[in-house]
């Protein structure tokens, strides 16, 4: 965890994630369950930022997206993802991305992975036969991102929602 303190360099958002990672056993098995998707559960909102778990069913990919305005801390709890990633080389004025890939990672329980701003982008998948669950801090919260068709790249924007609220717990 001192790692993921270091890279938030701040307080307040380390004290949230490591509050609701802490708490993890005592709401892991509310978090919605889908075959082969992901979902997404709120468990803090400020002004400042939100805090999301997710659950990924084995075999469940994200589309290719960013993060909004949003800068990105995720923590992984259990499991393994695999994660591609993207550079954005244009304006993000017009219809099509000019994506430009630039790596992969893999992410396993107790890593950590960012996501500085609207520039990067990348998808995000469970390859194994086991539930992966993560931990998101979003600052700002997040409310509108850009998915990416990966065949035809064309972009548009989504409205950040979650399947579940656990505010509190």
């Keep these: 965890m001192a790692q993921l303190a270091e890279a938030m360099g701040d ?12 708490r993890f056993e005592s709401y892991r098995d509310l978090l919605p369950a889908i075959p082969y998707a992901y979902t997404r559960t709120l468990l803090l909102r400020t002004p400042r930022y ?10 469940s ?12 801390w995720v923590l992984m709890m259990q499991g393994e993802l695999a994660v591609e990633n993207y550079e954005c080389d244009d304006d993000r004025s017009g219809p099509l991305a000019a994506l430009r ?11 950590i992975d960012f996501r500085g701003g609207p520039t990067e ?12 669950y993560s931990l998101q ?11 990416v068709d990966a065949h035809s790249r064309h972009r548009r924007i989504v409205t950040a929602t979650c399947d579940l609220e656990l505010l509190g717990r």
């Design 11 to 22: 307080d307040e958002f380390f004290g949230a994630i490591e509050r609701f990672a802490g």
């Design 50 to 59: 939100e805090v999301v778990a997710m659950r990924w069913s084995p075999g």
């Design 61 to 72: 990919t994200s589309p290719i997206h960013d993060h909004g305005d949003s800068r990105c």
């Design 101 to 111: 890939p630039t790596g992969n990672l893999a992410l396993a329980a107790g890593q």
């Design 121 to 132: 982008l990348h998808r995000v998948q469970n390859p194994t036969g086991e539930i992966a």
């Design 137 to 147: 801090l979003y600052s700002e919260p997040i409310e509108r991102y850009t998915v």
